[in-house]
């Protein structure tokens, strides 16, 4: 099939090189043009593992191509995918100003029937909305369906999660723009399910709230672990074994960041008050997350009654290992509490140092490397669970250190070898 991508970032890049990895010929559009040049010269605007290698691959097959003309490649598409940012707004709502642009580019320079689906995440009701927007700017009528397709695609594991979903979603209007859909998706084998187009909006919704709400939940369980001595760690296993519950998303620590959960919540709480629901539950999942990243400070604080002037190595930035992406990340306010607090932080990170000095102004030190960040500090906080954090080597690091305390926001530090070695060992309700 002849496909158009619009939008090219984290979701768009990626499911349009995976639908050409197939063997559709796939146009991917962005209006950053410096996006467009990169990936012409063959580099990479983000960081996702497999990425570049299948890019190359698939522009030397001539299977993909980049552009930021949107008039010729919606002319030349059967099906054209939206996979714009839908950021919040300061209210908490979905901010659909570039999903509207793009569907009135779409309007203006469709030529003939057109099937275009709809990828980013978006309140429930947005169908309705592009198609209105697709009609009110087409210059003579020309039939076409919306479809709505939601990713769940996780960064990190971005290629993977898209040629091996755990489902396919198709919100669709009409036989045949389900049946084209069906066509498409059929390659990934994965079960799929044909539904409306409200209830699929909602499914992306619903799936990331709850994935959130885990979450939070393990994380208030780790806060009372820790006040009546029980060891969260050993409390998920425990719970994980019932497959009613699962063992996913059950990891204790200084909860979710990243692009989506933080911003899905908030406006899925918001879509729920548009009808006047008040979304109790996860409001709460909210606020918990909100402040379950500072645990890490309040447990340094239990060792240090003041931090004015303490050297504090802060490991990870990005929101999650694997990925560049610091957008909501808990870094972020993390440093700048250390920072109001008068600590002299040095932050490290494998892959996203880069973003890092665009998003954190502060003034911190940046280090090359794990043990450049450790030299002389009074303490280390983990803040990402990065591999090669890990996996660090803790005898040398416990050499460079001023003094040896290890604040663990992830839970994954081994605690008995860090003890050998004498260093002070503090996670998140173990
Ligand atoms: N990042 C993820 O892991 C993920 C996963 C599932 C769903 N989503 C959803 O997918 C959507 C996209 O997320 P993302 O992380 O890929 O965003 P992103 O910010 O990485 O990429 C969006 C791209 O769209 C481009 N764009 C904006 N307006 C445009 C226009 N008018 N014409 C052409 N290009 C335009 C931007 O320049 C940008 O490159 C969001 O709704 C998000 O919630 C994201
Ligand atoms: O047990 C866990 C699992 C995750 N997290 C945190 O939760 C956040 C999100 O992690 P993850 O879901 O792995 O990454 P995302 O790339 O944000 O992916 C989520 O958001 C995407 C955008 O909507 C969806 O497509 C994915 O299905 C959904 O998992 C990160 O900060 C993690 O550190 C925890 O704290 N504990």
Redesign the pocket.
């Given at each position: 099939m002849k496909l158009s991508v619009i939008g090219t970032g984290y979701v768009g890049l990626v499911s349009g090189v995976c639908f050409a990895e197939l063997g559709n010929q796939v146009i991917c559009v962005d209006k950053d043009s410096e996006k467009i040049k990169m990936l012409n010269n063959l580099e990479m605007p983000i960081y996702e593992p497999g990425l570049k290698e299948l890019v190359q691959n698939n522009v030397q097959e001539s299977r993909i191509s980049f552009t930021s003309d949107i008039k010729e490649a919606v002319a030349s598409s059967d099906v054209i995918f939206i996979a714009v940012g839908t950021p919040p707004l300061p209210n908490g709502q979905a901010d659909l100003r570039f999903i509207e642009a793009v569907a009135a580019s779409i309007g203006k320079y469709m030529n003939d029937y057109k099937l275009i689906v709809n990828k980013s995440?978006v309140p429930v009701g947005t169908g309705d909305f592009v198609r209105e927007i697709v009609m009110k700017h087409q210059a003579e009528p020309v039939d076409f369906d919306i479809v709505s397709v939601p990713?769940?695609?996780?960064?990190?594991n971005a290629i993977q999660d898209s040629m091996n979903p755990d489902r396919v979603i198709i919100g669709a209007s009409s036989n045949k723009a389900a049946e084209i859909m069906k066509k498409l998706h059929e390659p990934f084998n994965a079960p799929v399910l044909i539904t409306d187009v409200k209830s699929a909006e909602m499914i992306k919704y619903a799936s990331?709230a709850f994935?959130a709400t885990k979450?939070s939940f393990i994380n208030e369980i780790a806060n009372i672990c820790e006040k009546v001595g029980a060891n969260v760690k050993e409390v998920a296993k425990g719970m994980g074994y019932d497959k009613r519950i699962g063992d996913k998303?059950?990891?204790a620590?200084i909860?979710?960041?990243?692009s989506?959960?933080p911003k899905?919540t908030t406006a899925l709480v918001e879509i729920a008050a548009s009808v006047d629901y008040d979304f109790k539950i996860l409001k709460s999942v909210v606020d918990v997350n909100k402040k379950q990243r500072f645990k890490v400070i309040d447990s340094l604080k239990q060792i240090y009654d003041n931090l004015d002037g303490k050297k504090v190595a802060v490991l990870g930035l990005a929101?999650?290992p694997n990925t560049d992406d610091l957008r909501e990340a808990p870094s972020i306010n993390i440093i700048e509490e250390l920072i109001a607090k008068n600590v002299h932080v040095k932050a490290y990170d494998p892959i996203a140092m880069n973003n890092a000095t665009k998003i954190i102004r502060n003034t911190i030190t940046y280090s090359s490397s794990v043990l450049e960040a450790v030299e002389g500090v009074d303490a280390i906080i983990l803040v990402t669970e990065w591999h090669e954090l890990i996996e660090a080597d803790w005898f040398t690091i416990g050499n460079l250190v001023n003094k040896k305390i290890i604040i663990d926001g992830r839970n994954v530090i081994d605690s008995d070898l860090v003890e050998s070695l004498g260093f002070i060992y503090k996670g998140i309700g173990v």
């Open positions: 995440t990713e769940f695609l996780r960064e990190g990331n994935l979450i998303f059950l990891n620590g909860g979710y960041g990243g989506c959960f899905d929101f999650k």
